[in-house]
């Protein structure tokens, strides 16, 4: 009977993020590093990438606060998320960066637009500023999400901390260049696919170590509700990352290649989010975080008394 | 197995007046946990902590209908019948509760800055400021704390994360935890830490001299036990895990900056592949 705890109980509370999270974490990781596209297109001269990129970053921000909103136990209380900068706290961190993001990236996409109307000198620099914030912010929007499940007691996330953050990334740079990829024209879209490509094989690399450092926890991934869309998302990720070095050229081609790439990469994060309830629910009579060796019993940290 | 002899072990403590300031918490000997639930009781009516329709149900385990600390529970009494190498059958009770860490999991994740650390060093969910964002959940390794859902006779309560105050209110006033004052074998005590501490190791001593081996103290060291220390300590007569307990819980929050770090080394990759996308893409 000890071996399964107390009545085969498990020891951690299961998270109860919905699925709109999933939706949210894909949407910031798309917004994050269309924007981080976006930026450096135009500062490599490929107006049409810089364009379509930025227009797509948009798009995919203004899903996410309400995504957000829905998620919460309080909707009314949203703004409390930011009544706080609390950097011990990623979902803290996360609010403010998507916060100025928004800001920025609105500013860039307002700069963009009156350049399409009629050329504005004098604001033009403070769209580029925008563009640039946006850009930069953009990295920690796509990656944040990740630190954020691991900073938790579920195994499965927080014994993937140290992967979890590439295959955000990866994902993220992959659904960004697949969307620029069948938005642009074949003669501006080579670094749209290239990054399609790329973002696909750094997620699907960053899935293979993060299973084989998981051990036997890895079995989130594979039984369970978990099981499909860490399938898909292989199989989709994988077979659009060849179509589009195929043959990414031509236009029919790149757009399945993006689309597959896409759902690839939203099938990861519903992985990601099922695994973990899976795993809390599985953690019984046993450790969730590991204690380092020599943790334990050393003196305690001073600490600061209120 | 000896049943517990001679005077009760805790005969002549006083109650402790509680000044803010100090560094109060609780200490549980379940050696003298008789398993009334009364601190379960005390708890509900004192916190008025609502009933969910769903928890008047048989767990078929044991003497314990209530199965874990949630939202709706704020001490749950494990029950643990076992029968030992020898044949004996043994009963097992522990009043469990929210530990109180010293660095809280539940309080460094959450993003309002709803949970807090109280001028008694306890970790309080303030109600109105939680909206539920639901990520301290699975931050705390002992799963303490959930979110109360679809309860009828609070409804204003549902949707916030919900735990032990450590009778924040009580305290305030002056008085100790109802679970304590309800507790009629003194297997719940309330005090400064320091002094629990020094009466849970005296205790032990006690137990080992009567020959009980198997006791052992959870959570009591002042050195670092994963979670900076704790503001709940228990004598448990069995490995934590037969209680539901986590052998050696550590926070996962210690190692919020090595996530940081990958997550800095993974934007780092991502910018070097535009880069190269877009150098690339020049030719």
Redesign the interface.
């Known amino acids: ?2 071996q399964r ?3 085969g ?9 919905t699925p709109e999270v999933a939706i949210y974490f894909w949407l910031g990781g798309l917004a994050g ?1 269309s924007a ?2 976006s930026f ?2 135009r ?2 001269g ?1 107006q049409r990438l810089a364009r379509a990129s930025l227009f797509t970053s948009f798009a995919a921000l203004l899903g996410c606060p309400p995504l957000l909103i829905a ?5 009314e ?2 703004y ?2 930011l ?2 900068l ?1 950097p ?5 961190v996360g ?1 403010w960066v998507l916060t100025g993001f928004g800001g920025a990236l609105g500013g860039a996409v307002l700069g963009e637009v009156l350049e399409l109307l009629r050329p504005l000198g004098v604001l033009r620099p403070l769209g580029f500023l925008a563009h640039g914030v946006a850009a930069l912010l953009g ?2 929007l ?3 999400t ?3 499940v ?5 195994p499965v ?2 014994e993937a ?6 295959v ?3 994902s ?2 992959a659904s960004a ?1 697949a969307a620029a990829s069948a938005l642009v024209p074949a003669e501006d879209s ?3 696919r ?2 399609a490509v ?2 696909s094989l ?1 997620e699907l690399a960053s899935v293979t170590l993060m299973e084989r450092s998981l051990g036997s926890e890895a079995r989130h991934y594979h039984e369970g509700s978990a099981a499909l869309p860490a399938q898909v998302a292989r199989l989709l990720t994988g077979t659009g990352a060849l179509l589009m070095v195929a043959g990414g050229r031509r236009r029919p081609i790149a757009v399945s290649a993006s689309a597959m790439i896409l759902a690839g990469s939203l099938a990861e994060r519903f992985a990601v989010l099922r695994a ?1 309830p899976a795993s ?1 629910r599985g953690a019984i ?7 380092r060796p020599g ?7 001073a ?1 600061e ?2 | 197995m000896a049943v517990i002899s001679g005077p009760p072990p805790y005969p002549g403590e006083q109650v402790v007046q509680p000044r803010p300031g100090d560094e109060l918490g609780f200490f549980t000997d379940s050696s003298i946990c008789i398993g009334c639930k009364a601190c379960e009781v005390a708890c509900k009516q004192w916190n008025d902590v609502p009933v969910d329709l769903t928890d008047i149900r048989f767990l078929n385990a044991s003497y314990d209908n209530t199965g874990e600390l949630d939202a709706n529970h704020w001490r749950h009494v494990a029950f643990v019948e076992q029968r030992r190498a020898d044949g004996e059958l043994v009963w097992l009770m522990n009043s469990d509760v929210c530990k109180h860490c010293k660095e809280a999991a539940c309080l460094d994740v959450c993003p309002t800055g709803a949970i807090f650390h109280t001028e008694f060093d306890t970790v309080v969910v303030q109600q109105d400021v939680c909206n539920g964002c639901g990520y301290c959940i699975p931050a705390c390794p002992f799963g303490v704390i959930s979110r109360r859902e679809g309860v009828v006779s609070r409804p204003e309560t549902n949707g916030i994360a919900q735990k032990c105050t450590l009778c924040y209110d009580r305290l305030s006033g002056g008085l100790e935890p109802a679970c304590a004052q309800a507790c009629p074998t003194k297997s719940i005590q309330f005090g400064p830490l320091p002094e629990l501490r020094a009466r849970a190791g005296r205790r032990l001593e006690t137990l080992h001299a009567e020959g009980r081996r198997e006791a052992r103290l959870y959570l009591a060291d002042e050195s670092d036990n994963g979670l900076g220390g704790a503001g709940s300590l228990f004598l448990l007569m069995d490995e934590p895990k037969t209680y539901g307990l986590p052998e050696h819980p550590v926070v996962p929050t210690r190692r919020l900056k090595e996530m940081w770090g990958a997550a800095a080394a993974a934007a780092g990759l991502v910018v070097a592949g535009v880069g190269l996308a877009l150098s690339a893409g020049r030719r």
């Open positions: 009977m000890s705890g107390y009545y109980r498990p020891v951690l509370k299961p998270p109860v993020w590093i981080l596209l450096a297109a500062l490599a490929n998620d919460l136990g309080r909707p209380r949203f409390n998320m009544r706080v609390k011990t706290s990623p979902m803290s609010s990295l920690p796509a990656t944040y990740a630190v954020l691991s900073d938790t007691s579920v996330w927080h901390r140290h992967q979890l953050p590439f955000f990334a990866g993220a740079a260049g080579a670094p749209a290239f990054l790329f973002g750094l973990g809390a009579g046993q450790d969730t975080v590991k204690a943790e334990l019993g050393r003196p305690a940290r600490r008394t209120r």
